[in-house]
């Protein structure tokens, strides 16, 4: 069992910055992978936004995010973090956490990262808001 916790969200105006942080705790089975999703208010359909396959430190963007973001994770705390600049309204949204376990190929995780449905784990979520 995985338990994420996610912190660093909050109210910024357009063009700044924020950094996310997402704690695991417990056994995750095999090599494993860490994303970033969000969802929007309004009901709109959860979004990837940026995975990490972690053995191999290959990441992974949403086409909307790319040259802003960036995804890492610390192996030692067993930490990802997202570090959003150039934020624009269109990026407010709920974000959350979550691992894939048991992921042996990259290439299997370049072509499903975004797949949501695929992540075991997922934390709580965090907010962020953007205002212009």
């Known amino acids: 069992q995985v338990q994420l916790v996610e912190s660093g969200g909050g109210s910024v105006q357009v063009g700044g910055s924020l950094k996310l942080s997402c704690a695991a705790s417990g056994h995750t089975y095999g090599p494993f992978a860490m994303a970033w999703f969000r969802q929007a208010p309004g009901g709109k359909a959860r979004e990837a936004v940026a995975g990490i396959y972690t053995p191999t430190g290959d990441t992974y963007y949403t086409e909307s995010v790319k040259g802003r973001f960036t995804i890492s994770h610390e192996s030692t705390k067993n930490m990802s973090y997202l570090l959003m ?8 949204a709920m974000y959350y ?4 376990s048991n992921v042996w190929s990259t290439d299997y995780y370049s072509a499903f990262w975004a797949s949501g449905s695929l992540y075991t784990y997922w934390g709580q979520g965090t907010q962020v808001a953007v205002s212009s």
């Open 97 to 100: 956490c979550a691992v894939l």
């Open 85 to 92: 600049n150039s934020l624009k309204p269109e990026d407010t």
